[in-house]
């Protein structure tokens, strides 16, 4: 609903579906649902809650965290200026709003965006209070409710922004461990980082009449591949239609099927003792006040330089380096559900004398080996194949090495149909708990959700020139400066290149590439990162799984804590 005239803002408002004039006070008897047409129309986070939970049963959870610019992120306005202003018109300090409640006197925990705040874009603090109150969940042992509604990642905050759907999945896998049910309801819009992570690998997936869910945006779409959208594309009813979501829900029943799914899944509850929380690790330093690097640091090159090397055409692919710095590849195609994405390619190969499993996407070196790969952007099915790849590699013992070099996901028509969001929802959840050694290389372009589904590791480790971020230049600059001429600026705001998420511990570890560029010398390149595969994996093949699984579950969980902790460095 827009407002009409602002004196009339408090009494009447203007329905977007079908442009009735409606009285405001009968619109929220209805629940903001048009009583003409039946558009449902956003909710703030206060008011959802309010029409959700029992009344008297709710108990707001803290939200104010020690606040920072975690990048010092100035587009056109510094960050810090749009959070205010975000905080001053919504009256929230963030864009989710947490709760315990009951709801037809089943106890739960819920989490609720709020599109309003930045477009309930994901950010750290947002992060780390969606996990915090799954990790409420888990100490109460009761239910997990997140009601979604976001735009995706939040761009200021770069690459942490896109560690935080790692930490808030690996919280949404203890609960699956626990036995302890998690439902999303996806509410309109939910959209990129956020839909391809919590709020699609929970349990059950709820979309509210008339929300549209997906990876890419119908906007990035329609630009893609330049045709017009299909009828109803990312809807609610096309997405119950394709298998995506289990029921879809007008806004009037939504407490009482909640209510339902709570009682139905109640009797099931298991009632082990709570399993003790762990204690995230120590906070990152802000990367302005991180020291410099030590005596041996390559120069310095301008973001937009290193975003053009990694892309270069001439730069090994990960079939380049599975003939150079690996024996014996035998590949393994297919997801077994009907698709071998040529943008992914894995199987089997030799690491010195290891057995390992590879896991890389696969650009090409000329137009039309570029065409035939899709450019390295992966569909649900190259996730999928990927997911089935990583699943054999724990059961057989063999440990794990992914090669990252993907502009993003494939934002297309048939990708979105088929699951994108979910399909790397699930990888990123399955990689959080997958009991064998993760070693992940960004080898060139690691773009987006895209490259966090097989990114999420014991060891992340970098090539000298690759770029990683969670969102491209471009894309940022289109949407945060007046034009995308502004993506060298944008490149350079986004802290993408390896030694600044180095110092943000996004990375762990950069393998140089000879002086000018590794398309100059792929021999040295895959010379170097031969030797830096092999010294970061040995010592991970001595750690048990469990306590494997356990310390990689801390390293993705602390940068939720980034945030946090930034401020503290700065004082
Ligand atoms: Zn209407």
Request: hydrophobic content about 45%; some cysteine.
């Given at each position: 609903?827009?407002?009409?005239?602002?004196?009339?803002?408090?009494?009447?408002?203007?329905?977007?579906?079908?442009?009735?004039?409606?009285?405001?006070?009968?619109?929220?008897?209805?629940?903001?649902?048009?009583?003409?047409?039946?558009?449902?129309?956003?909710?703030?986070?206060?008011?959802?809650?309010?029409?959700?939970?029992?009344?008297?049963?709710?108990?707001?959870?803290?939200?104010?965290?020690?606040?920072?610019?975690?990048?010092?992120?100035?587009?056109?306005?510094?960050?810090?200026?749009?959070?205010?202003?975000?905080?001053?018109?919504?009256?929230?300090?963030?864009?989710?709003?947490?709760?315990?409640?009951?709801?037809?006197?089943?106890?739960?925990?819920?989490?609720?965006?709020?599109?309003?705040?930045?477009?309930?874009?994901?950010?750290?603090?947002?992060?780390?209070?969606?996990?915090?109150?799954?990790?409420?969940?888990?100490?109460?042992?009761?239910?997990?409710?997140?009601?979604?509604?976001?735009?995706?990642?939040?761009?200021?905050?770069?690459?942490?922004?896109?560690?935080?759907?790692?930490?808030?999945?690996?919280?949404?896998?203890?609960?699956?461990?626990?036995?302890?049910?998690?439902?999303?309801?996806?509410?309109?819009?939910?959209?990129?980082?956020?839909?391809?992570?919590?709020?699609?690998?929970?349990?059950?997936?709820?979309?509210?009449?008339?929300?549209?869910?997906?990876?890419?945006?119908?906007?990035?779409?329609?630009?893609?591949?330049?045709?017009?959208?299909?009828?109803?594309?990312?809807?609610?009813?096309?997405?119950?239609?394709?298998?995506?979501?289990?029921?879809?829900?007008?806004?009037?029943?939504?407490?009482?099927?909640?209510?339902?799914?709570?009682?139905?899944?109640?009797?099931?509850?298991?009632?082990?003792?709570?399993?003790?929380?762990?204690?995230?690790?120590?906070?990152?330093?802000?990367?302005?006040?991180?020291?410099?690097?030590?005596?041996?640091?390559?120069?310095?090159r301008d973001a937009w330089d290193t975003v053009r090397l990694a892309r270069h055409p001439g730069r090994p692919t990960t079939?380049?380096?599975?003939?150079?710095?690996?024996?014996?590849?035998?590949?393994?195609?297919?997801?077994?559900?009907?698709?071998?994405?040529?943008a992914?390619?894995?199987?089997?190969?030799?690491?010195?004398?290891?057995?390992?499993?590879?896991?890389?996407h696969q650009k090409g070196h000329t137009t039309?080996e570029l065409?035939?790969r899709n450019f390295g952007m992966?569909?649900?099915?190259?996730?999928?194949?990927?997911?089935?790849?990583?699943?054999?590699?724990?059961?057989?013992?063999?440990?794990?090495?992914?090669?990252v070099d993907t502009p993003g996901?494939?934002?297309?028509?048939?990708?979105?149909?088929?699951?994108?969001?979910?399909?790397?929802?699930?990888?990123?959840?399955?990689?959080?708990?997958?009991?064998?050694?993760?070693?992940?290389?960004i080898t060139g372009e690691g773009g987006s959700?895209g490259a966090?589904?097989?990114?999420?590791?014991?060891?992340?480790?970098m090539l000298e020139n690759a770029v990683y971020s969670?969102i491209s230049p471009e894309g940022?600059?289109?949407?945060?400066?007046?034009?995308?001429?502004?993506a060298p600026?944008a490149a350079?705001?986004l802290?993408l290149t390896a030694?600044?998420?180095?110092?943000?511990?996004?990375?762990?570890?950069?393998?140089?590439e000879?002086?000018t560029a590794a398309h100059d010398?792929?021999?040295?390149?895959?010379?170097?990162?031969?030797?830096?595969?092999?010294?970061?994996?040995?010592?991970?093949?001595?750690?048990?799984?469990?306590?494997?699984?356990?310390?990689?579950?801390?390293?993705?969980?602390?940068?939720?804590?980034?945030?946090?902790?930034?401020?503290?460095?700065?004082?």
């Amino acid at each position: 609903m827009t407002a009409t005239a602002p004196r009339e803002e408090q009494l009447w408002s203007r329905c977007a579906g079908c442009a009735s004039l409606l009285y405001r006070k009968r619109l929220r008897r209805n629940l903001d649902v048009c009583p003409e047409c039946g558009e449902h129309a956003r909710l703030g986070a206060p008011e959802r809650l309010r029409q959700l939970v029992d009344p008297g049963s709710l108990g707001l959870m803290p939200d104010q965290l020690p606040e920072t610019d975690p990048i010092d992120f100035v587009d056109v306005l510094p960050y810090p200026h749009r959070l205010s202003a975000a905080r001053a018109s919504t009256g929230l300090s963030e864009a989710v709003v947490c709760a315990t409640a009951t709801i037809g006197g089943h106890p739960a925990v819920l989490a609720v965006m709020d599109f309003r705040f930045l477009g309930g874009s994901l950010g750290c603090a947002v992060g780390e209070l969606i996990t915090r109150a799954a990790e409420r969940a888990l100490d109460d042992r009761v239910p997990l409710i997140l009601i979604t509604a976001s735009g995706g990642a939040r761009m200021q905050e770069g690459a942490l922004s896109l560690m935080q759907m790692a930490t808030v999945s690996q919280a949404i896998a203890a609960l699956r461990e626990a036995g302890l049910l998690t439902v999303s309801v996806l509410t309109d819009p939910t959209y990129g980082g956020v839909a391809a992570s919590f709020a699609t690998n929970t349990d059950l997936v709820l979309a509210e009449s008339g929300a549209r869910m997906g990876f890419a945006g119908p906007r990035v779409i329609r630009q893609v591949t330049g045709r017009a959208l299909p009828e109803g594309f990312q809807s609610a009813d096309v997405l119950l239609r394709h298998g995506q979501v289990d029921m879809v829900v007008q806004r009037r029943s939504l407490r009482g099927r909640l209510a339902a799914l709570l009682a139905a899944t109640r009797a099931a509850r298991p009632t082990r003792p709570p399993v003790p929380r762990q204690e995230p690790a120590p906070r990152r330093e802000r990367l302005a006040d991180a020291a410099p690097a030590g005596g041996d640091t390559p120069a310095v090159r301008d973001a937009w330089d290193t975003v053009r090397l990694a892309r270069h055409p001439g730069r090994p692919t990960t079939l380049d380096y599975l003939d150079s710095v690996f024996d014996g590849f035998l590949e393994l195609h297919g997801d077994r559900l009907g698709g071998d994405c040529p943008a992914v390619v894995g199987g089997v190969a030799r690491l010195a004398d290891r057995h390992v499993m590879v896991i890389g996407h696969q650009k090409g070196h000329t137009t039309a080996e570029l065409v035939a790969r899709n450019f390295g952007m992966a569909s649900p099915a190259g996730h999928r194949k990927a997911l089935r790849l990583m699943r054999l590699a724990a059961r057989l013992g063999l440990p794990v090495i992914t090669l990252v070099d993907t502009p993003g996901a494939d934002p297309g028509v048939s990708a979105e149909e088929q699951g994108q969001a979910a399909a790397i929802a699930e990888n990123i959840l399955t990689l959080t708990v997958l009991p064998t050694p993760v070693l992940a290389v960004i080898t060139g372009e690691g773009g987006s959700g895209g490259a966090l589904a097989l990114a999420v590791a014991d060891r992340v480790l970098m090539l000298e020139n690759a770029v990683y971020s969670v969102i491209s230049p471009e894309g940022c600059a289109a949407i945060l400066w007046p034009d995308r001429s502004a993506a060298p600026q944008a490149a350079r705001a986004l802290r993408l290149t390896a030694p600044d998420l180095c110092r943000l511990g996004v990375v762990d570890e950069v393998v140089p590439e000879p002086s000018t560029a590794a398309h100059d010398d792929p021999a040295e390149t895959a010379h170097r990162l031969r030797a830096a595969l092999l010294s970061n994996l040995l010592p991970l093949l001595d750690v048990p799984p469990a306590m494997l699984v356990r310390l990689r579950r801390q390293r993705f969980r602390r940068f939720g804590m980034a945030r946090a902790g930034a401020r503290a460095g700065a004082r």
